[in-house]
Structures are given as structure tokens and as C-alpha cells.
């Protein structure tokens, strides 16, 4: 499974442009696509970029919603109005939309955080804001991660 890892720092020029970090364009690589799609976090003030095809399997329950439903138009509308499709250039550049770009309140630097199954673009104070907030919140809430099962040497779980 391919993740998105780390905190990188970047530059917005005064066009929207951005350099995606060479580790999340190897990332996307090994996913076998360059097509991400972007859109404004639901919970935080950033960027949420995903895979497309991750993007595509993520908001697959949206048709299991009764069609003229609210969910269906608050989901659709939240989700599928602000999202931006995009392919970054042969040397990992790529335009934000100004939208995207003033409700994450990004200037002239960003910061790119690895989130998993996706990458998150941000203003680099709130980042480190939210890093240590997520960090304090995992402590005092005693957040952990299963044990992966052992593997028995028939290759069948323990």
C-alpha cells in the first residue's frame, strides 16, 4: 500500500503554482496515476489532495444515497461543487484554484503534509498548529494502532 509521508515545505508564486514534493509524486507513481483531485478539507483549513482514483473509491457511497435527498445535496454540493480535478506537469508543478487557495489561507509558503491515503496542503503555521494538536490529542486520548497479526510460517495468520 502506497502512503503519503512527511511534512515538506513549498513555495506559492504569485500565479498559484506549486511544486508537489518529489516523495508524493513518486507516491502517485507507484498508484499508476498523475490524476489527483483537489478540494477544501471538510474538518481542517487545507487542501485536500487525493488520488483520483482513490478520490473516485472515496465518494462511491455518495450514490448509495437517496438521490434527491439532503445528504445527497449537502454531500454532492460539498463534496463535488468544490473539488478540482488536476494533473501536476512533468516536473511536479501544478495551479491551485484561488478558491482553494483563500479558504486554506495559504501565502507564499505552504507546507505539504502526508496524511496516508492522501496529501494536504497548508498555511505552514496552522500546520504545525495542527501537528502538535493531533500529537497532544493522540497522547491524551491513548490513540494506538492494532498489532499486525503474526504471520504463522504456513503463511496463515496466528
Known amino acids: 500500500m502506497t502512503q503519503f509521508l512527511g511534512t515538506h515545505k513549498g513555495k506559492l508564486d504569485k500565479k498559484g503554482r506549486i511544486s508537489v514534493p518529489a516523495l508524493f509524486r513518486a507516491a502517485l507513481e507507484a498508484l499508476g496515476t498523475n490524476d489527483i483531485v ?24 455518495h450514490s448509495s444515497l437517496d438521490i434527491f435527498s439532503d445528504a445527497s445535496d449537502n454531500l454532492g454540493a460539498a463534496l463535488f461543487a468544490t473539488a478540482h480535478p488536476a494533473r501536476p506537469d512533468g516536473e511536479g508543478r501544478l495551479v491551485l484554484p484561488e478558491e482553494l487557495i483563500e479558504e486554506a489561507g495559504l501565502s507564499d509558503t505552504i507546507t505539504f503534509l502526508g496524511a496516508n491515503q492522501c496529501f494536504q496542503i497548508w498555511n505552514p503555521e496552522r500546520a ?11 497522547r491524551d ?11 504463522r510460517p504456513d503463511g496463515g495468520a496466528a
Not at 44 to 51: D, G, K, Q, S, T
Not at 141 to 151: G, N, V
Open 38 to 61: 483537489l478540494f477544501p478539507s471538510f474538518r481542517y483549513p487545507c487542501i485536500e489532495v487525493w488520488p483520483q482514483p482513490a478520490f473516485a473509491a472515496l465518494s462511491s457511497g
Open 128 to 138: 504545525a498548529a495542527h501537528i502538535r494538536d493531533a500529537r497532544a490529542r493522540a
Open 141 to 151: 486520548f491513548r490513540l494506538t494502532l492494532p498489532s499486525p497479526a503474526a504471520a
